[in-house]
Structure formats: C-alpha cells, structure tokens
C-alpha cells in the first residue's frame, strides 16, 4: 500500500538527485534578497541607515517601485514554476507506485497461477506388489493397483525416467558406433553425446509414438547414416522395456553400460532401473507444454520492465521468489528441456547474437536455474562446458560481482578468471 512517508521519502530522493531545482531556487533567494537591498542602493543610503521619503523622495520611490517589482516578479514567477515542478515530481513517484503496485499484484497471480498447475500435475499409473520386495524380478500375480503421483513428485519421477531413456540411448547408441570404421567413427565422434542427448529428450518429451513419426525425419538430417542404423534398435529397446514394466512390474535390468562420456570407450557396467510407477515413454508433453508457457511467461513478464520503474536488482529479487518454489527436480528438467532444443527462448545459445545482446538470458543474466546441484546432472551434462566462454559475458547485480556467480553449488569459473 502507498503510504505519505514513501511518497515524501521518494519526492526527496528526487529533489537531492534534481540539478534544474536546486539551482533555480538560489537564485531566487538571490533574487529576493536583491529586491530588499536595492532601495539603499539607489538612495546612496548605508545598510542600517533609516530611509527617508518626503516630496523631494518621491521620485526614487517610483524608481525604486519600477526597478523592485521586476526582481520580485521574477522571483515569484520562478518560485512558481519550482511549485508546479515539484507538484510533478509528487505525481510522477505517485504514478509510479501505482504501477509497481499493479506489477506486484500481476507477479503475485502468476505466481498463484504457476503454484495451482504444478499442484494439478498428475500422472496415472499403477503399481505392484513384489515377493520379498525384489523389484528386479517379476511382479505378484493379479497384484497390479492404480497409482496416481502428484504435484512435485511428479517431476522427482519424470527426471528418473529421462535417466532411464537417456542410460538406455547411450548403451544402444554406443553399441552401433563402436561398429563402425574409423573414418565413419571420425565424422560422428563430435555429435554423439548431443545425438544421445537430443533423442533421449524428444522420447522423454514426446513419448515413443510420436518419435517413430519422425524418424525419417531425423535420419535425413543426419549427413553420416549413422542414425540409419541406430534408431529403430532404440525404438525396439524401448518398447521392450516398457512391456516388461507395464506387464510385469519388471523395474531393473542389469549390464546396462553407461560410459561417464558418451565419447569415451571406456564402458561401465551400471544397472536400468526404472524406478518410476507409470506407462514408461509415452511423454510428457500434455503437462510440461503449459508448465513451462507459463513459468516462461512469468519470467519475461518480470525481466523486461522498464529499468527506470523495476531495477535490475528488484528483478532478480522477484524471480529469487519465483525460483525458491521450484525443486532441484524442476530446474534440473528445465536445464535439460532447453539442452535438448525444446526451451530454446530461455537462454540464447548463438554466438553472434550474444555478442549484440539479442535474445533472452534468463539462465546467466536472470540466474533462472542458479540452484541446481551437479550430483544430480547425469554425468554427460557439465555446466562448466555447456557455460562456456560464450556465457562469460552476464549481469551481476550492483557491489556483488565477486560473490554473484553463475551457479551456487559449483565453483565460479567467471569470477576467478577475471
């Protein structure tokens, strides 16, 4: 709410800050001060001595009258004119006040807004009942029952699943590229782990149905072939995976390999573990579509107000309320949505464009997933390769630049270079 205090104490910051008021009111008083003086001035008197006006005076209190009335008027005229500026630096800050209001009252619905969608989240599954608990081997007979996972779990559950398509992506994707020659290796070797990556999130995304659609699509993207050979081995791994699942409550396959770098040929052995009580791979789309529309929206919303009305400081302090209601779940999802090119408004990823400031920066100007912890990443996803030298150039806020760094779990490589 306005109060008098705020609007005295905002017309005050103003008047200090002001070099028109200032100047224009010495000379006022200098004005005026002149005005008193001049009749001894013009009637050779010193200050101190008494005036005298007779008959033989009175033509110097013409003069005088002639020659005082310009000095007052002119000071009233600008005492005036210091009035009515004043009047409008009060009704400026009043205006302003009512349009941070009327921002706040805007911010604090869709925060409303974006706290009533992930409470709405739902997914349908089931779940089993397992002899000696062992999740590993095939479900109790007839021991299936409904399931419905809600509000943040949802997105505890949905990341455990993306791990799981993106553990069994990588093995059949490594398997196919170990087999080619050398030279085929050679021109596929630097898209492998965003290949792995891209195909891991657009079945996450879109579920399996939708991706067969687009094979074809892919494969004529792919200069090498090597998507050819690959992709409907994923497809058939997949499908096979989610049969066992949904039919027999089957959770864990051993000898998956992951490799730590899906460029390395160094495998190691690591088991799937579909620890997640829905349909496997059938996407994700018709919850995440709205979530992430509107938690962009309310970010631009707060990011592009005028600076003159919200500083750079206020925004960030706005979005760090946005951001403490989100999970580490939320913004890891988030990271990878806009990784794997679907969320690709959030941050500008062209070189070019960066270097003229096009775009949005809501991950390094905005610090949107500041929180994330790196022993949640999967191990392909490294935020100081992903953040490289084409990030460095972000805003900090006002005194903080040495303590307000990129991430908050993960030592600063911009900082300490500079």
Known sequence: ????????????????????????IVISVILIIVSFLSPYYFTKKEIGDTLVFNASTGWTGDTLGGIMNPFIALAGAVLTFIA?????????????????????SQFYEMLHLHRENLNEMT?????????NNDKSKEAKKDSKEEKITSGKKVFVTMLKEFESIHLICTKVFMFRFNL????????????????????????????INLYKKNIERYEQKDITGFLNLV??????????????HLELGIKEFHLYYN????????????SLWLSFNYKPFSGHQSILAHYYRHLFQTVKFVAKQNENLITYESKRDYLRVLRSMMSNQEQILLLYNWYGGFGSNWEEKASNN???KKGNYFFTDYRM????????????????????????????????KGEDTLFELIDDIYNKEE
């Open 1 to 24: 709410m306005l109060s008098f205090k705020s609007i005295i104490d905002n017309y005050f910051k103003r008047v200090n800050k002001n070099y028109i008021i200032t100047p224009l």
């Open 84 to 104: 009515f500026y004043i009047q409008k630096i009060a009704n400026d800050d009043i205006k302003n006040q009512f349009k941070i209001q009327q921002f706040e």
């Open 123 to 131: 997914i349908e599954g089931y779940v089993f009942e397992y002899n």
């Open 180 to 207: 080619l020659q050398s030279p085929q290796k050679e021109q596929v070797d630097f898209l492998l782990k965003q290949f792995i990556f891209d195909h891991s999130y657009y079945v996450f995304f879109n579920g």
């Open 231 to 244: 992709l409907n081995d994923f497809i058939k791994e997949l499908e096979s995976k989610r049969r066992k």
């Open 259 to 270: 490799t730590g770098s899906a460029l390395s040929n160094s495998f190691k052995a690591k």
């Open 354 to 356: 960066r270097k003229n």
């Open 369 to 400: 997933i500041h929180n994330i912890p790196p022993d949640l990443l999967i191990n392909e996803i490294n935020l100081r390769e992903i953040f490289n030298d084409n990030y460095r150039s972000f805003l900090y806020e006002k005194d903080r």
